[in-house]
């Protein structure tokens, strides 16, 4: 992982949030995907994983977080 990877999700995660709410979600959706890829980012959660990797787990649950689960209203 380098800084700039990181920084790129980090960019595209500011820029979804700009969308409009009935087309964020998908946009997160996908960056989540992007992420767990890019960072072999286990499907269950692994403390170890998350101590070993604070920034990226930083980024992945506020996108998480920012995902809109009311219908996009």
Do not use: H, W
């Not at 980012?41 to 998480?64: D, H, T, W």
């Amino acid at each position: 992982m380098t800084q700039e990877e990181l920084q790129s999700f980090r960019d595209r995660f500011d820029n979804i949030m700009q969308a409009p709410k009935r087309i964020r979600n998908k946009r997160l959706v996908t960056l989540m995907e992007d992420m767990e890829r890019a960072y072999n980012i286990p499907l269950l959660y692994s403390a170890a994983y998350a101590f070993n990797n604070p920034e990226i787990m930083n980024l992945y649950r506020q996108v998480s977080y920012a995902r809109d689960f009311e219908g996009g209203r």
